[in-house]
């Protein structure tokens, strides 16, 4: 049997040598064997301990940081080293997380999509106007540590775990602080338990924040299995004083094993079970289940970009918007083309994009309730360009199919998973569909992730 040529314990020193993403870890090689190490940067000289050891790589913790980079920063969180699984980038300079981002991007494109990227115009990386206090949704996790209630965000890796944060960086931090504090100390106070997620017994589960830095309006969930909260009016009245554009506070009942956050049931406790975003010129109704982009402030670029690739090389009569939420892309595109047919399966969005279309005028809309992939099947549509915005699972490839089969002459896709992208286009091209174009929109600074849109154009 061939020896191991790294062991655990190994200590030894050696140069990052790339950056992997989306694992956000330092990639090195000891004795030709790569070592995968966090919090450290491409050209830095480290002092490295193995910690574990696979089959063809290893992975290992920084002793010491002998070289720096100059696109490392001092992390502005005091959660960040204690593992929060909310940022993994905050130790990376800003312009260098966009770097490190596009050169991933392109990577997958070309060794999963097989994509010649000389023949795709590439644009450049959209920086958000934010790094930090962007976000308009966030999800607090409840849980218990040494029988207190604690409330934060699970660290990485660690689904049982929760970092008890009293800041988060990424929406808006005075709010964010009085929200956790509060809500933390009313479970104190009435002795609420916290969501075991091993155990599956325990109440609070989440805190749900939904808050536009457009309109300054906020919509508050909180979470639990089935429970009669206390102190209800407390609850409502204390909310209410402290945040004057409160729009509504839900109770939220979820008695799913499952750790996702899920609307079995939904009480509204005061005002409305909703909130208004501006997106341009147009006025948003978003409800507090419904998806929008979580970045409000690069919303716009991100719509103009999908408006301007649908209208790409002449007119449109009509548009087939799959996966359309609220109706945001699809209205924004809808003053251009003759008409536009949205599709989406969560009937509160579909009641949001009709309300959407009423408040903005635009009578050339409508939506279907249903699933992509059942509409397409029992449905013929005559479109000339498809625009999709599919959750990071991407496409199945029975809709790749059903969309090549309408035979529009471009397909617009925006995507917030540039590896199940990249596997799409490669698909896409299989069925006649080249891709033609490319924009990427830093939605989630701090994190590895972002927003691709893509023209594909049939042969």
Not at 7 to 22: H, M, Q, T, Y
Not at 396 to 404: F, L
């Amino acid at each position: 049997m061939k020896e191991l040529s790294v062991r655990r314990g190994d200590v030894f020193e050696g140069e990052v040598l790339d950056f992997a993403l989306p694992e956000c870890q330092g990639v090195l090689k000891r004795n030709g064997f790569v070592v995968f190490v966090p919090l450290v940067l491409e050209g830095e000289f480290c002092r490295v301990e193995v910690e574990k050891v696979k089959r063809s790589f290893a992975t290992g913790k920084a002793l010491e940081v002998l070289r720096t980079s100059p696109a490392r920063v001092t992390p502005p969180c005091p959660h960040f080293l204690e593992g929060c699984g909310g940022c993994q980038l905050q130790f990376v300079q800003y312009e260098e997380q966009v770097r490190l981002k596009r050169k991933h991007a392109l990577n997958i494109l070309e060794r999963i999509g097989g994509v010649a990227l000389e023949k795709v115009h590439c644009e450049e990386f959209v920086l958000s106007p934010r790094a930090f206090e962007y976000r308009n949704k966030m999800e607090f996790t409840f849980g218990e540590k040494d029988g207190e209630l604690v409330l934060g965000l699970r660290p990485a890796n660690r689904f049982w775990d929760v970092v008890d944060l009293k800041t988060c960086l990424l929406m808006r931090r005075d709010l964010v602080e009085r929200l956790l504090e509060f809500t933390r100390e009313y479970g104190k106070k009435h002795r609420i338990p916290g969501y075991d997620p091993v155990q599956k017994v325990g109440v609070l589960r989440n805190l749900l924040v939904r808050y536009s830095p457009t309109t300054g309006e906020l919509l508050v969930g909180l979470a639990t299995r089935s429970f009669d909260l206390p102190e209800k009016a407390f609850l409502v009245g204390t909310l209410r004083e402290m945040f004057p554009k409160l729009r509504g506070i839900v109770h939220i009942v979820n008695n799913s094993p499952a750790s996702a956050l899920i609307f079995e049931e939904k009480h509204v406790l005061w005002g409305e079970p909703y909130f208004f975003e501006n997106v341009g010129r147009l006025s948003f109704r978003v409800s507090i289940e419904s998806f929008f982009q979580v970045n409000s402030l690069l919303c716009e670029a991100l719509y103009a970009k999908v408006r301007e690739y649908a209208l790409a090389d002449g007119p449109v009569t009509t548009a087939l918007d799959l996966y359309c939420g609220g109706g945001g892309i699809g209205l924004f595109v809808a003053d251009a083309v003759e008409k536009v047919v949205g599709v989406e399966e969560n009937p509160k969005a579909v009641e949001d994009a009709f309300e959407n279309a009423k408040r903005n005028g635009r009578t050339n809309f409508t939506c279907i309730l249903g699933r992509v992939e059942k509409l397409l099947a029992s449905s013929r549509f005559h479109v000339d360009v498809v625009i999709v915005d599919p959750p990071r699972a991407g496409l199945d490839k029975k809709v790749v199919q059903r969309v090549s089969s309408l035979a529009p002459k471009k397909v617009v896709y925006v995507s917030c998973n540039i590896g199940t992208f990249a596997r799409d286009v490669a698909l896409f091209r299989d069925r006649g569909y080249n891709l033609m174009k490319l924009a990427f929109f830093d939605l989630f600074p701090q994190t590895p992730y972002f927003e691709t849109v893509a023209l594909l154009v049939q042969r």
